[in-house]
């Protein structure tokens, strides 16, 4: 049974910059799309972004208007980690950051997530 584990969240300023990462446990980890989902209050969860295996082993990312240009997926199979980089963070940004496998998340992987506040 995959775990997934989120770290990195904190307080931050408006334009500042955090790292989340998220830990797996199952060597399956590798295989999957994974991605970065957040929900604030009173809104439902989205997707923010995803990282998955191209053709060529190089890796490919898709993000949703709201973080493209300011967050960064990335991940280290070796380590079993995906990361989240957000620059610029803005107050809308306050929520608590999941991550999971992409674009269909998997009910059993929810972790507890991470929380993210955005406040000067």
């Known amino acids: 049974q995959e775990q997934l584990v989120e770290s990195g969240g904190g307080l931050a300023q408006p334009g500042g910059s955090l790292t989340l990462s998220c830990a797996a446990t199952s060597p399956m980890f590798n295989l999957l799309t994974l991605g970065w989902y957040r929900q604030a209050p009173g809104k439902p969860r989205e997707l923010l972004a995803q990282i998955m295996s191209g053709l060529f082993g190089e890796w490919r990312t898709n993000y949703t208007d709201t973080v493209k240009d300011r967050f960064i997926i990335s991940r280290d199979n070796n380590l079993k980690t995906v990361y989240l980089r957000m620059n610029n963070l803005k107050p809308d940004d306050t929520a608590i950051y999941y991550c999971?496998?992409?674009?269909?998340?998997?009910?059993?992987?929810w972790g507890r997530g991470t929380q993210v506040t955005v406040s000067s």
């Open positions: 999971n496998t992409a674009p269909k998340p998997k009910d059993s992987y």
